[in-house]
């Protein structure tokens, strides 16, 4: 089914990172809307991580970054102002890490953490009920002891849709979720992302989705992005079910991952 997304969340235009004497971004451009998943594919060192971190306001200070222009959330960003963020992190924007090993602390019991992380952002969902039913809500299968557990106690897949649980009931409206999946089984991954897509469409966030493996792109994202020496190639967007994209490299691209060698 094709979305028709009218709020945008973020627009970047002409967006340049230089780290020394070369260019890690070049005049690139990214929008995002409310319930839209757009994916950011393309080969290793195209540039995903590095947008992710703009988008992030977490670029190092070696970086010298400029933009034609930079909105976000309805606000215009003239400079690379990264001060605004702090407010934003983790409130407006979340991330969903590639593995929940670098997510949840080892020590403390989900419960702690939940508990924890929503009396910062979402205090309403601060208590025990709303923290099982929301574990049960996202597929674990036995939510009261996952809730009592140390992160040790369940699997990757588990401790995953931990994370997810957490950033999307965040009340971000932006949240990047880099290769969210790709330290899990197929099926595990593909269920975690369905639970990703689903919730995202619900609480009207928008989903920034860095993939390597361009066939859950393809399944799952609305709009896909084609990176190659960190500039943008094309924007695909999703017509009737499905992909067409105008360039040789994205049509092999594409191609080449429907009809794995
Ligand atoms: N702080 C830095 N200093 C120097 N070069 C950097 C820095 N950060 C990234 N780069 C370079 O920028 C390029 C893009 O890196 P980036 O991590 O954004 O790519 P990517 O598409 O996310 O790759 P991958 O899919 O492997 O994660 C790479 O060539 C990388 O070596």
Redesign the pocket.
Known sequence: MEHVFSEQILSVEGLDVQ??S?F??KNFDFQIHKKEIHA?V????????????VVLGL??E??LISWNKFKIFSQEIQAADFSLWKDWRGKRISLIPQTSAIGLHPFLSIRSQVLEYFHLVQPRLANDETGIRLLEEFGLSDPKAAWNSKPHQLSGGERQRILVLLSVYSGADLILA??PSSALDPDTGRSILKLLQKRVRDLDAGLLF?S?DLSSAMEFADTITV?KS?QKLETIKKEKGTWNPNSEYSRKLFTLDQNPA
């Open positions: 780290i020394g070369s890690i971004l950011l393309g080969e290793s060192g195209s540039g995903k991580s590095t947008f992710a971190n670029l190092n070696e970086a880099d290769e860095i390597h990176m960190g």
